[in-house]
């Protein structure tokens, strides 16, 4: 599955956007995951997930600007997070369900923040996107 | 996913042990599906789906011939099985849900064929395979 040139320009130009608030987008999305996905949680039995948390807000930051990354290298996705891959691969090994799940709270938290720019193209867009990424970190799990 | 030059052989020999016995085998990974997951029936409603059907028989062929092909273009699947990835992604449109569930089948079709020759490491070799195969079938989805 890959980006078309249409979809790869949704996603850059609205970037811009999102990236003015990416810490709190990054943050609200785990929020959404850990409220509505509560077995998520089980991956962080080393943090405080209450809302508000610093390091939840570190991990949120984190977890944004990665998919940042992915955004201006849209081209070759794989490469840019290749580390990040790796890092999944052979030491955090999040099942890849929960991609999907991130994914999701993700797209709902663009959604109610930029919903005029959040059309169903781009709705579209963004999914495939957030797929891309999300195969890229499970790809070399085995 | 990357097939490793263990994984190609493993696939290999198994699919040469398979010999003559493709249609059969998947024609039974076809019922054992029907059976265990009867969602995949609504995809065949202009099937006779009972056991030892002509029609279940003749599918089988089908698919196998198919995996047979993708065997024998293991450096290259998506080349291999582009017209197939076209006939799923406009006309079929199987959900992707269920090539897992035809996946799970066929493999288990095979340990109950060749049970010595079904070690964990061939059975991970031919499960990875066969995520490939369902990948390149739908990857042209959207």
């Not at chain 1, 991956?43 to 939840?56: K, N, R």
């Not at chain 2, 029936?41 to 003749?58: C, E, I, N, R, W």
Request: hydrophobic share 40%; charged share 20%; aromatic share 8%.
């Amino acid at each position: 599955m890959s980006l078309t040139k249409v979809e790869r320009t949704i996603i850059t130009s609205m970037w811009g956007k999102v990236s003015t608030q990416a810490d709190s987008i990054g943050t609200e999305a785990l929020e959404r995951l850990f409220t509505s996905y509560p077995q998520t949680k089980t991956y962080f039995p080393h943090f405080d997930l209450h809302p508000g948390s610093a390091q939840l807000r570190a991990h949120g930051s984190k977890v944004v600007a990665a998919v940042g990354d992915a955004v201006k290298s849209i081209d070759n996705i794989s490469g840019a997070l290749s580390k990040l891959s790796e890092l999944h691969a052979y030491i955090l090994r999040v099942d890849p369900v929960n991609f999907k799940l991130l994914s999701h709270c993700l797209l709902v938290t663009l959604d109610t923040r930029f919903p005029a720019d959040f059309t169903a193209e781009a709705h579209a867009a963004w999914d495939k996107f957030l797929s891309v990424v999300s195969s890229v970190l499970t790809e070399k799990y085995r | 996913m990357v097939l490793s030059d263990n994984d190609k052989t493993n696939v290999k020999a198994t699919w040469s042990k398979v010999g003559d016995h493709a249609s059969d085998y998947v024609a039974e990974a076809l019922e054992r599906m029907f059976f265990s997951f009867p969602t995949t029936k609504t995809y065949f409603p202009h099937f006779d789906l009972g056991h030892g059907s002509g029609q279940v028989k003749a599918h089988g062929k089908k698919v196998g011939e198919a995996l047979t092909q993708a065997v024998g273009h293991l450096d290259d699947l998506p080349s291999a099985l582009s017209a197939l990835s076209d006939l799923h992604a406009h006309k079929l449109r199987v959900d992707p849900v269920n090539f897992k569930l035809l996946s799970h089948c066929l493999l288990v079709t095979l340990s109950s064929h060749q049970p010595t020759e079904f070690t964990p490491e061939v059975h991970a070799s031919l499960d990875k395979f066969l995520s490939n195969v369902s990948t390149v079938l739908t990857s042209k989805y959207r």
